[in-house]
């Protein structure tokens, strides 16, 4: 079997259409990150996520020819998988998402970096009070944040994840950080100036 | 059974292909393609909007009663606005679709998408692009030409003293007054032009198939029952008439060609 360690994600999508290797490559790249990415933004179960991650692969395969070599692979594989999460609880009209548990602590340091709060707060508490204010934040809101503050998406990754222009994705993450603030601050918790 | 071999023999077992490329070529140009084609045909309500605008009996709107605001908004060409707006419309989402157009913010886009269509349609505005659709409403729909261009109807009111028209008959019954007949698919008949002496004509005249604007009074020939038009002045349908010049001019009489050229209006 031909070793394609060596090859970028972009040089292996082009050889992808005629070479199932190569893509059977790309699959196994992508397969836990994407696997972990459908758990995240919806509540599905196991089988559930691997039938949207095979789904996200076959039409990844059918439509490697509109990959856009300006774009990242990684952006437009995520790009896939989001849709066609949002297509598959198109049917139940509603998405479930809550955040997992063994996502809160990544989330909690992640996010608390970025709204400066000191360090010497309750942090059991503020992952109680996080987990509670994202499950209630709408859907534009938490897909955004998952992407930044799980998956470490950059904001030009997520731009082209959600397909949407840059200042919106900034948009988005300061209006939820501000709720979050709000939270935060209504529950008497110190922030940094 | 792991996810990879599972995917890998789902694309053997159901024999999956990739899409051929020519597809999303196709769609991607086409996209692009329709684009262009939507910023012409905002740019041709563009120039049809300016040419309108510049011609729009500003010389003789006072003569009418109406003050300069309320000329305005009766004669704004409403269709070619609304045609204008949806080609704008059609345009920003068609370049949303584009493979990235999700990038540009909805502000700047639009911005973008007016700018090029006003710029685009002042330049055919120049070459006189503006004219010719007008022209061409004009000759092939005379009963609807009134809805692209409100003037007309505008200028179709032979009770209140402004008659227009396509010349179609010029004769001289004497030596002093001579009737031209014009057509004008808004109002019921023929219309009668009386030219006298005392009026004052465009300097080049008039021809056969100009299209004229009559300054006067109604009045209607007893034995024919024809409907008659005694005009003052008479004045080219198509001027830029920022400066009512005819007022301050002298009284001109100039000789009306019984056989003059067709001209372009």
């Known amino acids: 079997m031909t070793d394609y360690s060596d090859q970028t994600d972009e040089s292996l999508a082009l050889l992808s259409a005629t070479d199932h290797d190569a893509f059977g490559a790309l699959v196994g790249r992508y397969e836990q990150k994407l696997y972990r990415y459908i758990r995240r933004i919806t509540d599905a179960s196991h089988e559930e996520c691997e039938d949207i991650l095979q789904e996200t692969f076959l039409k990844a395969y059918r439509y490697v020819h509109n990959f856009d070599p300006l774009l990242s692979f990684s952006s437009w594989i995520y790009r896939i998988a989001h849709n066609e999460t949002i297509s598959h609880f198109r049917k139940r009209s509603v998405r479930p998402q809550t955040i997992k548990e063994e996502d809160g602590t990544l989330y909690l340091q992640n996010i608390t970096a970025d709204i400066n709060i000191v360090d010497d707060i309750d942090r059991e508490a503020l992952q109680q009070q996080l987990q509670e204010v994202l499950s209630s934040l709408g859907p534009k809101y938490k897909d955004v944040l998952i992407l930044r503050y799980l998956e470490e998406k950059s904001y030009q990754e997520i731009s082209d994840i959600l397909k949407m222009p840059i200042k919106t994705v900034g948009t988005r993450i300061n209006r939820a950080k501000k709720q979050l603030q709000e939270i935060v601050k209504t529950s008497n918790i110190i922030l940094t100036p | ?265």
């Open chain 2, 1 to 265: 059974m792991d996810i990879k071999q599972k995917i890998l023999d789902t694309i053997e077992e159901k024999q999956i292909t990739p899409i051929p490329a020519w597809k999303f070529l196709f769609r991607t140009y086409g996209l692009w393609i329709l684009s262009g084609f939507l910023l012409v045909l905002g740019s041709f309500g563009v120039a049809s909007m300016v040419f309108l605008f510049t011609k729009n009996d500003w010389d003789i709107y006072n003569e009418l009663n109406e003050s300069k605001i309320t000329h305005l908004f009766s004669t704004l060409p409403y269709l070619w606005i609304a045609i204008f707006l949806l080609m704008l419309v059609l345009l920003y989402i068609d370049i949303r679709h584009t493979k990235r157009g999700y990038k540009y913010t909805s502000l700047p886009l639009v911005f973008a998408a007016l700018g090029t269509s006003i710029l685009l349609g002042l330049g055919l505005h120049f070459i006189g692009v503006g004219q010719k659709i007008d022209t061409l409403i004009t000759k092939t729909h005379p009963g609807q030409a009134h809805i692209f261009n409100p003037r007309l109807k505008a200028l179709s009111h032979p009770e209140k003293g402004i008659l227009t028209g396509r010349v179609i008959i010029i004769e001289a019954t004497s030596s002093s007054t001579t009737r031209v007949y014009v057509e004008n698919p808004l109002l019921e008949g023929r219309w009668i032009v009386i030219v006298e002496p005392t009026t004052i004509l465009p300097p080049t005249g008039i021809h056969l198939q100009d299209r004229i604007r009559a300054l006067g009074k109604e009045t209607e020939d007893v034995e024919t029952e024809e409907h008659e038009f005694l005009a003052h002045v008479i004045l080219p349908f198509n001027t830029m008439g920022l400066d009512p010049g005819w007022k301050k001019r002298e009284r001109q009489l100039l000789p009306i060609p019984l056989h003059g050229e067709e001209y372009e209006d």
